[in-house]
């Protein structure tokens, strides 16, 4: 999807994020789960932290930062990285 449609892939990115966001809200909130060490009876280690919509954004961020890192290393021409860097130099 990111080589033929990039808005539509930046889109999925987001939904996927914010609906996943929502769903671990109220998993958590339902649930009464605490993310500390220090609580022996939570569930938030032993059952929740594994499941897929709990660990997803740090592969969405992987994923976006690496298709970001394929585009400004592959796709942005030279000139255009350059005269960015030399116009941010000079408004500092």
Not at 12 to 22: D, K
Not at 51 to 73: D, Q, S, V
Request: hydrophobic residues 35%.
């Amino acid at each position: 999807m990111y080589k033929t449609d990039r808005k539509k892939y930046y889109y999925a990115i987001g939904g996927i994020s914010i609906l996943t966001l929502v769903v671990q809200i109220i998993v958590i909130l339902t649930s009464d789960l605490s993310a500390s060490y220090e609580t022996k009876q939570d569930d938030y280690w032993a059952s929740y932290y594994f499941k897929p919509y709990a660990r997803i954004h740090g592969y969405l961020i992987g994923l976006f930062l690496g298709c970001e890192y394929f585009r400004f290393k592959y796709e942005c021409p030279r000139e255009e990285v350059n005269d960015q860097v030399s116009e941010n130099s000079e408004n500092a």
